[in-house]
């Protein structure tokens, strides 16, 4: 069995205000203050099982797609969201904090 991916980036999970209470299906991933995206655990319909992701970054002038989709296992969608916003970063220039 491959090795679980192990995120670069802060996860936490997604509090959307005062009255909401964080849950284990649903995440949110930040460099430092930026939010890189967000995986979601589906649990309805026919994605029900799997991991939603979305990706996005910084304000930056080029973007490119996909940056949303679905994963099998959770640690697959972050690696996901990781993997658009060192794409994303290089497209514009940059580098994420944790990228080589």
């Known amino acids: 069995m491959p090795d679980r991916y192990q995120p670069l980036y802060h996860w936490r999970r997604t509090k959307l205000d005062e009255n909401d209470e964080p849950r284990d299906s649903d995440w949110s991933g930040y460099d430092g203050e930026i939010g ?9 319909g026919p994605t029900k099982g ?3 992701w979305a990706a996005h970054g910084p304000h930056v002038r080029h973007r490119h797609t996909p940056h949303t989709g679905y994963e099998a296992e959770g640690r697959e969608a972050m690696r996901m969201v990781e ?3 060192h794409a994303l970063m290089a497209a514009n220039g940059l580098k994420g904090s ?3």
Not at 36 to 44: T, Y
């Open 98 to 100: 944790r990228q080589d």
């Open 36 to 44: 890189i995206g967000r995986i979601q655990l589906q649990e309805h």
């Open 83 to 85: 993997e658009y916003y």
């Open 50 to 52: 799997k991991w939603h």
